[in-house]
């Protein structure tokens, strides 16, 4: 919904919540056992306002550098704030993620895993994580395979001693998202993780109806994205 200077962030938010909360019944859950992710990335600072103001505290952004220009501010104001990385994380940044984020969505790789840790034991701060899966098998795309998922679970756990909470993936554009979104909740399950982090703007309603329980939505929110420079 939008109105003549933009979208309405809290009518939006409302109707999402709404639909959340029907897909949710479909498998027997209510839409609080669903978290509302607001991807930001990109969007302007007066638009994440309108969302704290609409009373939403959840939000996604894909960029350290982005998050660091943008948040501290509105931390200030909305303490209660809570901010996922949502995006590929460099591991030379992976002190500021830890820092600043107070979840990590998108841990991928072994490398990644000990930068994270080393990270964590400094600021002693250990903000939790989900397991990136590439459920499409795209090469272009971060994450680790579905058949190396387990082992890289168990790594995780075992040898790095990182706080997992889920798994995360992004299905391919191009095909139907149902089938790799029940794949990673197979993964989830027979890794005892309860975090499904899984389906965006197009397809959170059927990511809420086969188990998510986060949900990474921007451009229904926000609107469209403003054009990069």
Do not use: W
């Not at 996922?84 to 990590?104: M, S, W, Y």
């Amino acid at each position: 919904m939008t109105t003549g200077t933009g979208p309405d962030i809290a009518a939006n938010l409302e109707q999402i919540r709404q639909r959340i909360d029907r897909a949710a019944q479909k498998s027997g859950r209510t839409a609080q056992d669903v978290t509302l992710v607001a991807v930001s990335k990109t969007h302007p600072q007066e638009r994440v306002k309108a969302a704290l103001d609409a009373g939403h505290r959840i939000f996604g952004e894909n960029r350290v550098q982005e998050a660091e220009g943008k948040y501290p501010g509105l931390r200030e104001a909305f303490p209660e704030l809570e901010l996922h990385l949502i995006g590929p994380l460099q591991t030379n940044k992976a002190e500021d993620a830890v820092a600043l984020f107070d979840v990590i969505q998108t841990l991928d790789r072994e490398k990644l895993a000990k930068a994270l840790v080393k990270a964590m034991d400094k600021l002693d701060r250990r903000p939790p994580c989900f397991v990136q899966v590439n459920v499409g098998e795209e090469p272009q795309k971060a994450g680790v395979l579905p058949e190396e998922a387990d082992a890289f679970i168990a790594s995780c756990r075992d040898d790095y001693g990182l706080p997992l909470a889920g798994v995360m993936c992004i299905p391919p554009l191009d095909e139907a998202p149902a089938p790799h979104f029940a794949l990673l909740r197979q993964i989830a399950e027979r890794n005892g993780l309860a975090g499904l982090s899984m389906g965006m703007s197009g397809d959170y309603e059927t990511a809420v109806e086969l188990g998510a329980t986060h949900v990474r939505v921007g451009t229904a929110i926000f609107g469209e994205r403003p054009p990069q420079s």
